[in-house]
Nanobody, 124 residues
Framework: QLQLVESGGGLVQAGNSLRLSCAASGRTFSSYGMGWFRQAPGKEREFVASIAWSGGMTRYADSVKGRFTISADNAKNTVFLQMNSLKPEDTFVYYC?????????????????WGQGTQVTVSS
C-alpha cells in the first residue's frame, strides 16, 4: 500500500505563488509515475501535471503550462508542484496521485493511489 500526504495549500492573492508537496511512503516508488490533479465541488477531477519518477519526463495541462512546475526529490520520496502567477481560476482542491507506470499519465484511470487533497484558494 502506498500512502500519499499533500501539504502546502492555502489562501493567496492572485499573482502570488504556492508550492505543494506530496510525501509518499509505504512502498518503493521507482516504478511509479506521479501526478497532480485538481477538483472543484461537483466537477470532475482534472489533470494538472505529471512526472515520471525516474527520468524526469513531465507533462502539463495547457491551462498551467509556463506557470506550474512539477518536480521530484527521490531521496525524500516527495513530489512538488510549484505554482506561480496564480489566478482565481486556479482555486481547487489539489490531489497528488501515483500510477504504477513509468510514463507521466494524464488521466485519472491510470492512478491507483490518491492523497486526501489540499485546498488552494486564490483571491482576486
Amino acid at each position: 500500500q502506498l500512502q500519499l500526504v499533500e501539504s502546502g495549500g492555502g489562501l493567496v492573492q492572485a499573482g502570488n505563488s504556492l508550492r505543494l508537496s506530496c510525501a509518499a511512503s509505504g512502498r518503493t516508488f521507482s516504478s511509479y509515475g506521479m501526478g497532480w490533479f485538481r477538483q472543484a465541488p461537483g466537477k470532475e477531477r482534472e489533470f494538472v501535471a505529471s512526472i515520471a519518477w525516474s527520468g524526469g519526463m513531465t507533462r502539463y495541462a495547457d491551462s498551467v503550462k509556463g506557470r506550474f512546475t512539477i518536480s521530484a526529490d527521490n531521496a525524500k520520496n516527495t513530489v512538488f508542484l510549484q505554482m506561480n502567477s496564480l489566478k482565481p481560476e486556479d482555486t481547487f482542491v489539489y490531489y497528488c496521485a501515483a500510477a504504477p507506470t513509468s510514463w507521466p499519465e494524464s488521466t485519472t484511470r491510470h492512478y491507483d493511489y490518491w492523497g486526501q487533497g489540499t485546498q488552494v484558494t486564490v483571491s482576486s
